[in-house]
Each structure stands twice: as C-alpha cells, then as structure tokens.
C-alpha cells in the first residue's frame, strides 16, 4: 500500500491524536487555537501535495482519484477556515475548547474518508464517524439560553440517525436485488434496473435521502433552521459548509451508478430540486436572525445544485463541484462577519448590522461579496456557477427547472441585498468601531479577492473539476 495515496488522512489522524492529547492536560485557548490553525494548514498542504494521486485500496473500497482528491483539499480548506476565521471560539465555554477542536478534527477526518469511498458499508461508516463528532460538538455553546442548543442537538442527531436507518433500508434493497454493495459493480446494473425494478428505484432514492439530510435538501430540511441557531457560531459555520461540500462528492458517485440517463427517479430528484428552491428562498425572506436567514438560504442553494446532479453530464457534474466550493467561500464569508460582530457568540438580527459600514467597513465589504455571490450577481463566483449548472440543465432538455432556477435566484436577491441595505444603511449612533486583528483583516482580504477572481477566472478550476468527473463518464 502507498502510504502517499493517504496523504491526508494521515495529516488529520496526527491532528486528532494531539488534540486529544490536549484534552489530557490544561492549555490556554490562544495555544489550543494555534494548534489547531497550524494542524489544519499542515493538512490542507497534504490535501493540495495529494492532488494527482491515483489508486484503490482496502479491497477496492476506497478509491483514490481526481474527484476524491479534490473535494478532500475543499474539506481541509474549509476546515482551516473555520478555525481561522473562529479565533478565539468566543462561544464555546472555555472548559469544552480542546475538546472541541478535538470532535471538529475527527468530523474533518470521517468526511475526507467519505470522498474517497466507493463501497456503500465504508460510506455509512464514513459519514456515521463525521455525523457522531458533530452530535458532540452541536451543544458546545457558552450562552444563558441553554435549552435552545440542547434542542438543537437533539434534533440534529434524532432526525441524523432517521437519516441513516433510511439509508440502510435503501442499500439493503439494492443489495437485495444487486447483490453487491461495491458501485463499481453497482454502475453495470444499475441504469438498466431502474427501469424494471421498483425496488432498486425505491432503493436508491433512500439512499440519496442520507446525502440530502446532509445537505439539507427538500423534504429533510426542517432541522436546518433550529440547528443553526441553536449551535455556536464557529459550527454552525462549519455544519452550514463543510458536509454538504463533501456529501456532494458522494452523490455524484451515486449519479455516476445511476448512469447518465437516471430514468424513473429524474422526476423525483426534480421535485426536491424546485421545492428546495422555493421554499428555502420563500421561507428565508421573512427572517430576521441572520443564522436563521442563512439556514433557509442554504436549502434553496441545496436546490441549485442538485440541478446540476440531475444533468448528470460531464458540464453538470463538474459545475455542481465548482458550485460547492464558492458556496462553501461566499457562506463561511458571511458567517465570518457574524463572528466578528458577536464577541459573545451571540446570534444577530438585521438591527446589529445598521451602520457596519461606518464601524468596519472591511467587515461591510466582506458582507456585501458574499451577499452578491450567492444571490448570483456578476462577476462573482455564484454568477458563474449559477451559469454553469443552468447550461447543463439546458444541455438535458431541462427547460422548466431552469426556469423556475432563475426565478428563485431572483427571489433570493431581495433578502440577500437586504443584508447589504442593512450594513451600509445611514444611522444617527454608529456605535463603537469593531476592531479587528491583522490575521483578521488578512482573512477579510481574502474572501473577498477569492469571491471575485475564481468568478472572474474560472477557467483553471473548471477544467479541474472536469477532469474529476470525466473518467467517470
């Protein structure tokens, strides 16, 4: 076995066993923080040194390839982000941080082994070990309303683990029928069952209902909105971003076994696509906590991208990649401004953002790039994603979800520019000026400039993306 196909798992499993040696002793929080931003840096450089790796592994059940490669270095970023961009972790009780940092790393590692699994046992194990670490972690919250994250957690792990029996019922069906579990296999029977066999059709729809609680997709979306505010804002910055990058690399595996024409369960994709969208946009237009806002937001974008799922092409494919990696830029940009604004790790509402522009006007901008991105305005990131997965539906004949794509993304202008109106609205008392560290500043820079040039010049990572998805077409 070449111990370099495991680059970055192994840089995560060194990162886990000495947070948990912290655990074991008493360290301030500014050690623990950087110990941890230098751990997750050492393993986003093993994720971009692992690009170009190739192989199986474990009796062909972990595949190491383009695409698991890829999303691992968006699972590593996103984690360095996180930690980066939580400095300090203002709402997490100081007695929970190692801890913390100790359940953050173990998730990290359980989804960086789901992007390169390819056997549908080692994928439950895969994201049962990420979904475990953020049960632990979801209740972690230093604020006197301690019924509000206990409900959250709950929540998280009782409709978690309806999510995985609804998974094994799906793999036991097509087991049933298939008699394999490895999708290698699965691909060469698969398409051709789907249109004889209901079984495999009702199989396989449960095992994608696992990946859309994930990703809090339409139907398994009513958590979201509890769970993100009931959580700290360090994971809810995390849980909004990370997982549903990585359970995208599942999914497209799955569309891979589907076979490019997925037949008779196209049309039940396609309803959970257009009710995601609407009801995430519809419903995220009348909130007033920021957290909130961005829970439904983040269903509609669930929408979004399973448009591109669904095209299920080389384009469609490699359009749904480039997407979730701006989402996972332009989201984390907006909850790095809610961090910044709540030093008591408490949640915000439209009134605390009035005059930001006066008080930070780098946290303003950051806000603002975000905001435009993910409403899909050019020349952002969001733009030219929204862009790609929509001439992949039209590629597939798609026409009415493209339609009712672009009426969506119309409808999420209004409460994404609010958030721009509020931060930038003229207001008698500024209040004090929020200050901000160089690291700070630096991070602000950078999600701007990434929001704007990967949107501007997307060639390179397009061109990445397909290749990812091309050997398996």
């Known amino acids: 076995m070449q111990i370099t196909l495991l680059l970055p798992e192994i840089a995560l499993s060194l990162m886990v066993l ?24 050492v393993s986003l450089f093993a994720a971009v040194a692992g690009i170009g790796a190739n192989g199986v592994l474990f009796y062909d059940a972990y595949r190491v390839d383009a695409l698991s490669q890829i999303f691992k270095v ?6 360095f982000l996180v930690i980066s961009s939580s400095s300090g972790l203002r709402g997490i009780a100081e007695e929970l941080k190692a801890e913390y940092y100790l359940f953050l790393s173990i ?46 957690a709950v929540k998280y792990f ?71 505010t009931g959580a700290a804002n360090e994971t809810t910055s995390f849980i909004a971003t990370v997982p549903k990058a990585t359970a995208l690399a599942v999914l497209i595996r799955l ?71 701006g989402y996972l830029l332009m989201n984390l940009s907006c909850f790095y ?22 008080r930070s006007p780098l946290l303003a901008f950051v806000l603002a790039a975000g905001a435009f991105g993910m409403t899909g305005i050019p020349p952002t990131i969001g733009f030219t994603g929204k862009l790609l997965v929509f001439t992949a539906a039209i590629q597939k004949g798609f026409y009415a979800l493209v339609i009712l794509g672009v009426i969506n993304a119309a409808i999420s202008a209004f409460y994404y520019l609010k958030l721009v109106r509020a931060s930038y609205s003229p207001v008698e008392e500024t209040g004090e000026c929020v200050c901000l560290s160089m690291p700070a500043k630096v991070l602000g820079v950078f999600f701007i400039a990434s929001i704007i040039l990967t949107g501007v010049l997307p060639q390179s990572f397009i061109a990445m993306a397909k290749e990812a998805v091309a050997g398996m077409i």
């Open 74 to 79: 968006i699972t590593t970023l996103g984690l």
């Open 107 to 152: 998730g990290s590692f359980g989804l960086v082994s789901l992007a390169s699994s390819v056997e549908l046992l080692t994928i439950l194990m895969s994201l049962e070990i990420s979904a475990f670490a953020l049960y632990v972690i979801i209740p972690f919250r230093h604020v006197a309303d301690y019924r509000n994250h206990m409900e959250a």
């Open 255 to 325: 569309a891979h076994v589907t076979g490019a024409e997925i037949g008779q369960i196209t049309w039940v994709l396609a309803v959970f696509a257009v009710g995601s969208m609407t009801l995430g946009n519809l419903s995220a237009l009348v909130q007033k906590d920021l957290k909130r806002l961005l829970a439904y937001s983040s269903v509609a974008h669930a929408g979004y991208v399973m448009v591109g799922v669904l095209s299920a092409n080389e384009l469609g494919l490699a359009s749904v990649i480039y997407y979730i990696g």
């Open 158 to 228: 009782l409709f978690g683990t309806i999510a995985t029996g609804l998974m094994l019922f799906g793999m036991s069906y097509i087991f049933g029928v298939t008699g394999t579990t490895y999708l290698a296999e699965l691909a060469k029977v698969v398409p051709g069952l789907l249109h004889t066999s209901p079984l495999v059709v009702v199989g396989m729809v449960l095992l994608f209902c696992g990946f859309f609680y994930k990703l809090a997709l339409f139907p398994l979306h009513f958590l979201a909105p509890d769970v993100y």
């Open 18 to 41: 000495v947070l948990f040696a912290t655990t074991l002793g008493k360290f301030k929080g500014g050690t623990l923080n950087l110990l941890a931003l230098a751990l997750s840096a």
């Open 337 to 358: 401004v809610i961090y910044q604004l709540a030093p008591a790790g408490e949640n915000l509402t439209f009134d605390d953002l009035k005059g930001l522009y006066k």
